[in-house]
């Protein structure tokens, strides 16, 4: 379970207020997965950053039971000039998991071939998401936190990271973030609609996602 108590975060760009979280509070339930919906801007990445605690808050608390994964799919905490292989074992230490293990499994699903053993900063982006999703899949964390992990790839490796991610979803839970809502259809037991600051969760995933539709056709009518 995550919660979060009364949770504000604001930014100011070009001059402009743009407010993230205006004293939200909300609870993410256990061993459920939770999608977060929400116009682009809207601030969904910045709270899974929040969530996962490398971004603060400007006021209020976030309480999490058991363990948080930073956002799947995250690729900016590996290091350049290492290979896939050796950033995948530095982060099984951090972690404690066993190196050999997490090794094998990353290996096997990246599908990254040579380049496993090759520097990173050589990877394309999709590479380095493959192999960002095949280091927090291979890790077992009680919540994942996920952002468009499995827009990454062709239709065989999609395939490949929605059957991971179930399985790893009959033991833990998940946040995610998705612009697809056939995905978020699949995926989701609950969703929530992040909208000016304000958070509004949903029992229903139907639900959500007509709300957040209508909210996208009035913006899109107001803007044109």
Same mark, same amino acid.
């Given at each position: 379970?995550? !919660? ?5 975060? &604001? ?9 993230? =979280?205006?004293? $939200?509070? =909300? ?13 682009? @801007? ?32 995250? *690729? @900016?905490? %590996?290091?350049? !000039? ?20 997490? +090794? +094998?499994?990353? !290996? ?13 900063? &050589? ?8 192999? =960002? ?9 009680? &919540? ?8 990454? @790839?062709?239709?065989?490796?999609? +395939?490949?990271?929605?059957?991971? %991610? ?21 995926? *989701?037991?609950?969703?929530? $609609? ?26 899109? =009518?107001? +803007?044109?």
């Amino acid at each position: 379970m995550i !919660e979060l108590r009364d949770l504000c975060k &604001t930014f100011i760009l070009h001059g402009r207020r743009k407010v993230v =979280a205006d004293h $939200i509070n =909300a609870v993410f339930p256990t061993n459920r997965t939770v999608a977060i919906l929400g116009r682009n @801007g809207a601030g969904k990445s910045t709270l899974l950053r929040m969530l996962s605690g490398s971004m603060d808050p400007d006021s209020g608390r976030i309480v999490a039971q058991g363990t948080v994964s930073w956002p799947v799919g995250f *690729a @900016g905490s %590996f290091h350049g !000039e290492l290979s896939g292989l050796q950033n995948t074992r530095f982060i099984a230490r951090v972690y404690g998991v066993d190196t050999d293990e997490l +090794a +094998a499994f990353v !290996e096997e699903f990246a599908e990254l071939g040579d380049h496993f053993n090759l520097p990173v900063r &050589t990877y394309s982006s999709g590479m380095r998401s493959r192999l =960002a999703f095949g280091v927090s899949m291979g890790i077992h964390f009680d &919540t994942y936190l996920v952002d468009e992990v499995t827009a990454v @790839g062709d239709a065989s490796f999609n +395939a490949k990271s929605d059957a991971v %991610f179930k399985e790893r979803m009959k033991t833990s839970g998940a946040i995610m973030v998705s612009h697809s809502m056939p995905k978020v259809r699949q995926l *989701a037991d609950h969703a929530a $609609i992040l909208e000016d600051g304000q958070f509004t969760f949903y029992e229903d995933v139907e639900a959500a996602i007509h709300d957040h539709s209508e909210l996208v056709r009035a913006h899109k =009518a107001k +803007a044109g």
